[in-house]
């Protein structure tokens, strides 16, 4: 079965880090872009950042530049969306999603993880 699986989400008071982890299985990573996309409470989803698989070139939000970061491990299939300096604004479930191309318009990832609870205390 294709799965996308999000990790590493929990409370953490402001200004702490946390780094989440989004890992595939029945779906392959090259030749795609990976996003993560954030939803508030009552919100709209949210384009955080995305990576190119087989280039490591990363494209970060303006909302959340300076504060988080992307990376990949190509052995494990895996993108960690590390976010540090974190604000209670940042409150969200985290999904990860594939895309053909990097982009931050939600339309275009077409398969996505279940989502992680990020919480941020103040």
């Known amino acids: 079965q294709v799965q996308l699986v999000e990790s590493g989400g929990g409370l953490v008071e402001a200004g702490g880090s946390l780094r989440l982890s989004c890992t595939a299985s029945?779906?392959?990573?090259?030749?795609?872009?990976i996003g993560w996309f954030r939803q508030a409470q009552g919100g709209e989803r949210e384009f955080v950042s995305t990576i190119v698989w087989n280039t490591g070139g990363t494209y970060i939000g303006d909302a959340v530049a300076g504060r988080f970061t992307m990376s990949k491990d190509s052995s494990k299939y895996t993108v960690y969306l590390q976010m540090n300096n974190l604000r209670p604004e940042d409150t969200a479930v985290y999904y990860c999603a594939r895309s053909a191309v990097a982009t931050e318009r939600e339309s275009q990832y077409h398969y996505w993880g279940q989502g992680t609870q990020v919480t941020v205390s103040s």
């Open positions: 029945g779906v392959t990573f090259s030749n795609y872009a």
